[in-house]
């Protein structure tokens, strides 16, 4: 009996909790379609305007901060003045009475959109607080204002490779901003969630005060050897993440018309370049990394090199036999294209491919990232001349982060904009170099800095070390001998490696009085400018008492060894 009852009070119990799910259901259903039939009694012109209204709400975006929370874009409300055509009978009237607040009207286009039969028709988006009230003032039937969002950047062009922009309906479509809505922000838009909460901000990595020491310092290069461009990023060694990333000409985002211009492509990471002798850093790591090569190794370069029809020459040749040091502090074209023989073409390329110098960098934030321009089928001659740095472009971002592994203990990271754990860029982190191969390289970028071609990138109190980059253009499938692509790669501080700075310069001019525009002589000062007024602000304070060889013997140099 006690069964039967409790069977039947749950029995009871399912059925009105089904009858109760039915209830809400017809609810949902009812309240849906009596929305659309009240739409659909709205006069067309209500709807249209509603659905404007709409979608100007979900175009509003994250704030962008700095990685210490300086803001570097937002919205800001604006208005915008349209007309309700249907309500209009005297189009001309409505014209004349607006050109007396807003003369730059056009009156073809004004007038047919004033006479069309539409419910809603823009007149000029964006005006001034000041345009909205004389507008008000004068009284015009069919004519009203709508809020919306412009995006506003404090900082002007001082980082606008990295934000990009929006256009008139705050879609991103150029930088971080088109990543942002590529990646999240336009279903989340979409979704209609971001009508009644604000979205949260978005922190990027760079530091704006490193970015401004940047773009300052490549601004006055460009003055000083008037160059066509330059361009610079520091990227932290450890994490992958971009601290400043700048390259000129740039343009104000505010005003994004500037950015069509051809000049204003983002250098670091849309155009590819040779970049010279800073290659010869890979070189030599991939030499040693090997095993055939260490820092005894010697090799004789007191004659030209010749490959096939091909003949290698030193630009300040020395004419006998060289050290591996040697080799590097004296940019030797010949001593580091007979370390890559030994080593030989396939492993090259697969060097170079494993410190991800061939392919395209996917993973990057920015939009447009470009390929680099790699031969389809290497012999001896490619890998020769790839050794000092020609015959094969990649972007400076790729070089950059490929030198980062040489010196943080062998470990290639990913670049990123956005802030980055060490535990989280430990997870994705590849060993592609044995740590002692990272040592010896940071051996001889610090050695290169005190006796080699990077002297004018030292900088008091601090450990730098790097690798200087002077290259012809090719123009018109020929090499320029007046046309020069510089570059200097450098790392600090040495004994303990933080930062990548690298910094490259287009078509610099001899300065007055100099015969040549070497990498030693403009890029490597600009990279000393930069580590000199950006070190403390990325936490690393001067010390005047360090050895100046950080800790390396030069009479009794760190030997390699095979992994």
């Known amino acids: 009996m006690f069964h039967d009852v409790s069977c039947s009070n749950y029995a009871e119990k399912t059925q009105k909790r089904i009858t109760l ?5 017809i609810f949902l259903f009812l309240s849906i379609q009596g929305r659309l039939v009240f739409l659909g009694f709205q006069p067309e012109k209500q709807v249209v305007h509603q659905l404007n209204i709409d979608r100007n709400l979900a175009a509003s ?10 803001i570097l874009a937002l919205d800001i409300p604006m208005q915008s003045l349209f007309a309700e055509p249907r309500k209009i009978e005297h189009p001309n009237e409505i014209y004349k009475a607006l050109i007396t607040v807003l003369p730059d009207l056009n009156y073809d286009i004004i007038i047919k959109r004033l006479s069309s039969d539409v419910a809603f028709a823009w007149i000029q988006r964006e005006i001034t607080p000041r345009q909205q009230s004389e507008v008000l003032a004068l009284g015009l039937p069919g004519i009203g204002f709508k809020e919306e969002s412009k995006r506003y950047y404090p900082s002007a062009a001082i980082a606008s490779h990295i934000l990009g922009h929006t256009n008139i309906d705050n879609q991103g479509i150029a930088g971080i901003e088109k990543h942002l809505d590529d990646v999240w922000l336009r279903d989340f838009q979409n979704s209609g969630l971001l009508l009644k909460k604000e979205i949260e901000s978005v922190y990027l990595s760079i530091d704006l005060r490193v970015q401004y020491f940047v773009r300052n310092a490549l601004s006055q290069a460009m003055e000083k050897y008037n160059a066509i461009g330059a361009a610079g990023v520091v990227l932290n060694v450890q994490t992958g993440e971009i601290m400043a990333l700048s390259s000129l000409p740039d343009y104000n985002p505010n005003d994004a018309v500037g950015s069509l211009q051809k000049d204003r492509l983002n250098r670091i990471s849309t155009g590819t370049y040779e970049m010279g002798s800073t290659f010869k850093t890979f070189t030599t790591a991939m030499a040693l990394d090997s ?44 001593g ?10 396939d492993q090259h390329r697969q060097f170079l491919s494993k410190l991800g ?19 389809r089928i290497w012999k001896k001659v490619h890998s020769t001349t790839i050794s000092y740095g020609h015959g094969l472009s990649t972007t400076p971002l790729q070089t950059a982060v490929a030198a980062a592994a040489l010196v943080n203990g062998g470990k ?36 290169n800095v005190l006796k080699g071609s990077g002297k004018n990138a030292e900088v008091p109190g601090y450990l730098v070390g790097g690798k200087t980059g002077t290259a012809e253009k090719v123009v018109r499938g020929r090499y320029s001998k007046d046309k020069r692509f510089n570059a200097f790669l450098a790392t ?34 600009v990279v000393s400018n930069i580590i000199n007024r950006s070190a403390i602000f990325l936490d690393i304070m001067p010390d005047f008492r360090v050895s100046e060889t950080a800790g390396f013997s030069l009479d009794h140099p760190i030997k390699a060894s095979r992994w």
Not at 61 to 70: F, M, S, T, V
Not at 413 to 438: M, W, Y
Not at 504 to 524: F, L
Request: aromatic share 6%.
């Open 291 to 334: 095993g055939e090569v260490n820092l005894q190794s010697r090799f004789d370069v007191s004659k030209p090199l010749r490959i096939g029809r091909f003949t290698i020459h030193d630009f300040h040749g020395k004419h006998r036999i060289l050290s591996v040091p040697e080799i590097y502090i004296y940019s030797s074209n010949i």
């Open 21 to 25: 799910i039915r209830l809400v259901m």
């Open 492 to 525: 600090f501080p040495v004994n303990s490696p933080r930062y990548i700075v690298l910094v490259i310069i287009d078509e610099p001019k001899p300065e007055q009085g100099k015969r040549d525009a070497t990498a030693a002589s403009n890029a490597a000062p």
């Open 61 to 70: 975006r994250p704030r962008l901060l700095d990685r210490n929370g300086e």
């Open 336 to 345: 580091t294209a007979k370390m890559a023989h030994v080593v030989g073409i």
């Open 412 to 447: 290639l990271i990913p670049p990123t904009l956005f802030p980055r754990s060490q535990d989280q860029a430990d997870k994705i982190a590849k060993q592609v170099v044995h740590p002692k191969t990272s040592e010896i390289m940071r051996y001889l970028m610090r050695l």
């Open 357 to 375: 110098l061939l392919d395209r960098m996917s993973s990057f934030e920015l939009p447009g990232t470009a390929s680099p321009n790699v031969p």
